[in-house]
């Protein structure tokens, strides 16, 4: 009996033991599952950026990276059951524990990836100057494929990294802080906070004056920066503390203080654009019109290159007649951002004040040359007088005629004089093979094509093509039951700058009278389809009134399990992709604001009575904005 008595005793210990085992492992899961928990997230944004961020080909969801007031344990964070420590280039382990109380920033990034390979060197600066202060580190996350790419790569670095073989802990760190674009820098303050998630941004828009990258220091930046803007002279823009100077095309150094009082032009440009590479001669034109006339004589242009490689930058700016700043100057960023870029080309203007006369008048020159010459208020009022004029004597003769290009032609190279088309709807339908959007628009375009022609003869669609070569253009155009521009035709410039198309694919809806009847009729057609036609004021009001009345049975809120997170708003969106069927949507949307999310009525009330009342769906292909931009 005594036996079986211990042996009772100590069963009973062992299982009391496990018990509170799993209970301390419950607490521990309970309170830690959110640091690492992950979440599926899906956007519409899946392509390549502008020049600044390689994002993966899969959706992708706005997020926020949120600590709620507790640090991130750093050696937890970067260490794995097998391994305490990171690498440097030559070998050397360094305990995680080293971190410590130092500002670290994690930077997600590969040597494959363009963007990654720019921001690099710039990171490499921020950090020999900052690392000497000894609270800064930067540990790099690799997307390389292979342990060579990484292993290269991390020689050009002289930070930290996890090793390649690491692959479970990349991953995680990846998935925590919801890593779907590269370069991307996560930025920890010295009690692990997450500082910013916009590191990349940071550093490219601040350099080492962002450290110690605290919101606080942004913010003082930023209000630095628009006091400067109320205060702008022509100094504060072009002056830095290492250069008062520009250059020549010979190479000669140029005192910035020899413009001062005269009107001068910011050319942003990029000598491998190819928006650039047509408008630099029109804008040297005009210059040496401007000089040799005398008209121009307090007119100056200063070129703000961003090309990426020395060798480009010379060769654009061997051919022109201006100054400039000298290549990678670091003002170059700043001025990007003082300025607000948004596309190539632009000139900015300065007046003899200092002050910023007007963001952008690259369009101006483009259709009035000299004529738009002093891009004054009053100058600009004139122009648009003239402008208006032109539009309200438009005939689609106007448009599409052209010394002796009086035709369009049919698939099989007939020629159809304009003229025959006089009277008639027409669209312009600026499009390409090379398009993903433009191809998957096409089959409901030809459905509204086919449906309108069926109700009314009197209308035409006009294919004017971006494609690369002819014979890209005759298979595309083979699709299509329409007409179109010659390949290559000089037209196709004049059309796309009157009517200001950025983007394609586009559709301009003409009317019988040769006016201008929409520059929306691409959004129009794939929201209605055939209901769209005739696209005049009067029927678009109409078409207005109906979607007003279609969400009226709709609820305001809606709870989704495809979005936990947060409620979804109903809200009206121009134009969207829905992150649940992945088709483009019109007008109305069940949005999150903060995640920025999108779903669609007929996705966000599925099972629900009000679903009755759903739009109809649409073909399409989102693609950066619904678009395949000009590069």
């Given at each position: 009996?005594?036996?079986?008595?211990?042996?009772?005793?100590?069963?009973?210990?062992?299982?009391?033991?496990?018990?509170?085992?799993?209970?301390?492992?419950?607490?521990?899961?309970?309170?830690?599952?959110?640091?690492?928990?992950?979440?599926?997230?899906?956007?519409?944004?899946?392509?390549?950026?502008?020049?600044?961020?390689?994002?993966?080909?899969?959706?992708?969801?706005?997020?926020?990276?949120?600590?709620?007031?507790?640090?991130?344990?750093?050696?937890?964070?970067?260490?794995?059951?097998?391994?305490?420590?990171?690498?440097?280039?030559?070998?050397?382990?360094?305990?995680?524990?080293?971190?410590?109380?130092?500002?670290?920033?994690?930077?997600?990034?590969?040597?494959?990836?363009?963007?990654?390979?720019?921001?690099?060197?710039?990171?490499?600066?921020?950090?020999?100057?900052?690392?000497?202060?000894?609270?800064?580190?930067?540990?790099?996350?690799?997307?390389?494929?292979?342990?060579?790419?990484?292993?290269?790569?991390?020689?050009?670095?002289?930070?930290?990294?996890?090793?390649?073989?690491?692959?479970?802990?990349?991953?995680?760190?990846?998935?925590?802080?919801?890593?779907?674009?590269?370069?991307?820098?996560?930025?920890?303050?010295?009690?692990?906070?997450?500082?910013?998630?916009?590191?990349?941004?940071?550093?490219?828009?601040?350099?080492?004056?962002?450290?110690?990258?605290?919101?606080?220091?942004?913010?003082?930046?930023?209000?630095?920066?628009?006091?400067?803007?109320?205060?702008?002279?022509?100094?504060?823009?072009?002056?830095?503390?290492?250069?008062?100077?520009?250059?020549?095309?010979?190479?000669?150094?140029?005192?910035?203080?020899?413009?001062?009082?005269?009107?001068?032009?910011?050319?942003?440009?990029?000598?491998?654009?190819?928006?650039?590479?047509?408008?630099?001669?029109?804008?040297?034109?005009?210059?040496?019109?401007?000089?040799?006339?005398?008209?121009?004589?307090?007119?100056?242009?200063?070129?703000?290159?961003?090309?990426?490689?020395?060798?480009?930058?010379?060769?654009?700016?061997?051919?022109?007649?201006?100054?400039?700043?000298?290549?990678?100057?670091?003002?170059?960023?700043?001025?990007?951002?003082?300025?607000?870029?948004?596309?190539?080309?632009?000139?900015?203007?300065?007046?003899?004040?200092?002050?910023?006369?007007?963001?952008?008048?690259?369009?101006?020159?483009?259709?009035?040359?000299?004529?738009?010459?002093?891009?004054?208020?009053?100058?600009?009022?004139?122009?648009?007088?003239?402008?208006?004029?032109?539009?309200?004597?438009?005939?689609?003769?106007?448009?599409?005629?052209?010394?002796?290009?009086?035709?369009?032609?049919?698939?099989?190279?007939?020629?159809?004089?304009?003229?025959?088309?006089?009277?008639?709807?027409?669209?312009?339908?600026?499009?390409?093979?090379?398009?993903?959007?433009?191809?998957?628009?096409?089959?409901?375009?030809?459905?509204?094509?086919?449906?309108?022609?069926?109700?009314?003869?009197?209308?035409?669609?006009?294919?004017?093509?971006?494609?690369?070569d002819q014979s890209a253009f005759d298979e595309f155009f083979s699709s299509m039951p329409w007409l179109a521009l010659p390949f290559g035709d000089v037209r196709k410039k004049s059309l796309q700058r009157t009517f200001k198309v950025q983007?394609?694919?586009?559709?301009?809806?003409?009317?019988?009278?040769?006016?201008?009847?929409?520059?929306?009729?691409?959004?129009?057609?794939?929201?209605?389809?055939?209901?769209?036609?005739?696209?005049?004021?009067?029927?678009?009001?109409?078409?207005?009134?109906?979607?007003?009345?279609?969400?009226?049975?709709?609820?305001?809120?809606?709870?989704?399990?495809?979005?936990?997170?947060?409620?979804?708003v109903l809200t009206r969106r121009p134009a969207y992709g829905c992150n649940g069927c992945r088709e483009p949507g019109y007008d109305w949307s069940f949005y999150c604001k903060e995640c920025d999310f999108d779903l669609h009525p007929k996705?966000?009330?599925?099972?629900?009575?009000?679903?009755?009342?759903?739009?109809?769906?649409?073909?399409?292909?989102?693609?950066?904005?619904?678009?395949?931009?000009?590069?």
């Amino acid at each position: 009996m005594a036996w079986q008595v211990v042996v009772s005793r100590r069963f009973l210990v062992f299982l009391l033991n496990q018990v509170f085992s799993f209970f301390i492992f419950f607490i521990f899961y309970f309170f830690n599952k959110k640091k690492y928990q992950t979440q599926n997230s899906t956007n519409k944004k899946s392509t390549i950026k502008g020049i600044g961020t390689y994002y993966r080909a899969q959706p992708r969801k706005k997020t926020r990276i949120m600590d709620n007031g507790v640090g991130h344990d750093l050696s937890q964070l970067l260490s794995s059951e097998e391994r305490d420590f990171l690498i440097r280039k030559n070998g050397d382990e360094v305990k995680v524990s080293s971190l410590a109380g130092k500002i670290v920033g994690l930077y997600f990034s590969a040597s494959w990836c363009g963007p990654c390979r720019r921001f690099t060197p710039k990171l490499i600066e921020l950090y020999e100057e900052v690392a000497s202060k000894g609270n800064f580190e930067v540990v790099f996350i690799s997307s390389d494929r292979d342990d060579e790419s990484f292993k290269n790569y991390l020689s050009e670095m002289p930070w930290l990294a996890i090793p390649f073989s690491d692959l479970d802990t990349r991953k995680r760190l990846k998935e925590l802080f919801k890593v779907r674009g590269i370069p991307n820098l996560v930025i920890f303050d010295e009690n692990g906070h997450v500082s910013t998630e916009k590191g990349t941004r940071i550093v490219t828009e601040y350099g080492v004056d962002a450290y110690p990258f605290t919101p606080e220091r942004i913010n003082f930046l930023k209000e630095q920066e628009e006091a400067a803007k109320q205060n702008q002279t022509l100094s504060s823009i072009l002056v830095s503390s290492s250069r008062d100077y520009l250059i020549s095309n010979d190479g000669k150094q140029v005192p910035v203080s020899e413009l001062e009082g005269k009107l001068v032009g910011l050319y942003f440009s990029m000598n491998s654009h190819g928006g650039c590479i047509e408008f630099t001669p029109k804008l040297v034109e005009a210059y040496k019109k401007l000089k040799e006339t005398g008209q121009g004589q307090d007119f100056e242009i200063v070129l703000i290159s961003l090309d990426h490689k020395d060798e480009q930058f010379k060769e654009g700016f061997e051919k022109m007649p201006w100054l400039a700043l000298p290549f990678n100057d670091k003002s170059i960023e700043r001025l990007v951002r003082y300025f607000e870029l948004q596309n190539l080309p632009t000139l900015v203007i300065i007046g003899p004040d200092g002050k910023t006369l007007n963001p952008d008048v690259s369009e101006l020159i483009e259709e009035h040359g000299v004529g738009a010459y002093p891009f004054s208020p009053e100058k600009l009022a004139e122009l648009a007088e003239i402008e208006k004029a032109k539009l309200e004597a438009q005939t689609l003769e106007s448009l599409l005629v052209f010394e002796d290009k009086d035709y369009v032609i049919e698939k099989n190279g007939s020629k159809v004089p304009v003229s025959e088309l006089v009277g008639k709807t027409i669209l312009l339908y600026f499009s390409a093979h090379w398009c993903p959007p433009c191809r998957a628009f096409l089959p409901k375009l030809i459905t509204t094509y086919h449906d309108i022609k069926a109700k009314d003869k009197a209308f035409e669609v006009i294919f004017i093509s971006s494609d690369r070569d002819q014979s890209a253009f005759d298979e595309f155009f083979s699709s299509m039951p329409w007409l179109a521009l010659p390949f290559g035709d000089v037209r196709k410039k004049s059309l796309q700058r009157t009517f200001k198309v950025q983007g394609i694919p586009a559709a301009i809806a003409i009317g019988p009278s040769g006016r201008t009847l929409t520059s929306n009729a691409r959004k129009l057609i794939g929201a209605y389809g055939e209901d769209a036609y005739p696209f005049t004021e009067e029927h678009l009001k109409h078409l207005e009134k109906k979607v007003e009345e279609m969400a009226k049975g709709w609820p305001e809120k809606v709870k989704h399990e495809s979005h936990v997170e947060h409620e979804l708003v109903l809200t009206r969106r121009p134009a969207y992709g829905c992150n649940g069927c992945r088709e483009p949507g019109y007008d109305w949307s069940f949005y999150c604001k903060e995640c920025d999310f999108d779903l669609h009525p007929k996705c966000a009330l599925k099972n629900n009575e009000e679903a009755k009342n759903e739009p109809k769906a649409n073909d399409g292909y989102v693609c950066d904005g619904y678009v395949c931009r000009k590069a």
